[in-house]
């Protein structure tokens, strides 16, 4: 079973109804305790996976499939169409229920887990497969290239799952992936740590950023690259982590490391 409980707004939390709930400053319903979701077409569905981005959601099934809801603008949701769903105050459209993404590069695939943040998604499927969708900027979802995607007022964004591939990534073969607000980390199944997107302030873990493209936020990373500076290099990384502006890694041997904004002890 799956539960979920706080905002209500945009779809979040995937309840159909929200009659009688009680609501926040900003006039929005929200669940103030744990409550099962079982809207759209989960009724009969065992969840492996669950995610939680900004300001959309999603989760796996024991049976591979993916399911996302909440935000669907900038392809946040992976929907190839936007048609038909219902919209906030300021013209936002949202999925209100979980609903299967079907479209793109996941299409037909078993789906292990799912990594979400602010504006961009991403799924691991067999046999270790990265697909990522949504927003597209300074090497978010770690294309290389963004010719022809459509674009918003924040920018270029992918509308439907697609391949990551470069930087050697796909060869390897991907255990797990994590987002932070402008940067991803993914570790392989030869417990390799890639990086990718934002690099300002240490996020990647990149001792030289010299060459790299840059926009008005400064340097990034446009495709997957391995992390082997500092305290990893010749380490065997077994999970990791983001922040907005941090990122963390444990290793095979149990140590832990950190890197990125160390400000309030990050």
């Known amino acids: 079973e799956m539960l979920a409980w706080g905002s209500l707004h945009l779809g979040r939390c995937g309840f159909a109804e929200a009659t009688g709930l009680p609501v ?5 319903p929200y669940q103030p305790t744990p409550r099962r979701v079982s809207g759209g077409a989960l009724a009969s569905k065992r969840i ?9 959601s999603a989760c796996v099934t024991a049976g591979g499939e993916l399911f996302t ?35 793109g590069s996941v299409a037909g695939r078993f789906v292990k887990s799912v990594a979400l943040s602010e504006g961009h998604s991403f799924a691991v499927a067999e046999p270790g497969e990265l697909h990522a969708w949504g ?8 294309l290389g290239n963004l010719d022809g995607l459509p674009s918003d007022p924040d920018g270029l964004y992918q509308p439907v799952p697609t391949l990551v591939s470069g930087g050697g990534l796909g060869e390897l ?52 690259r391995q992390v082997i500076d500092g305290g990893l290099r010749g380490r065997k990384v077994a ?11 444990a290793t095979c041997d149990g140590e832990l490391f950190a890197w990125g904004v160390a400000l309030m002890s990050r």
């Open 69 to 103: 809801w909440g935000s669907a603008c900038a392809g946040r949701c992976g929907y190839a169409s936007l048609a038909g769903l219902p919209m906030d105050q300021d013209g936002a459209h949202y999925q209100p229920v979980p609903r299967q993404v079907v479209d």
């Open 48 to 56: 492996a996976y669950v995610a939680c981005g900004t300001f959309h």
């Open 173 to 224: 073969g991907v255990k797990s992936v994590s987002c932070g607000s402008w940067h991803s980390l993914a570790v392989t199944k030869t417990f390799a740590l890639f990086a990718w997107g934002a690099t300002r302030a240490g996020r990647c873990g990149f001792a030289d950023t010299s060459g790299l493209p840059t926009d008005e936020n400064g340097p990034y990373q446009p495709i997957p």
């Open 135 to 142: 927003s597209a900027d300074a090497g978010r979802c770690g």
């Open 239 to 249: 999970l990791a982590a983001c922040g907005s502006w941090h990122s963390l890694a």
């Open 24 to 28: 926040d400053d900003e006039d929005h």
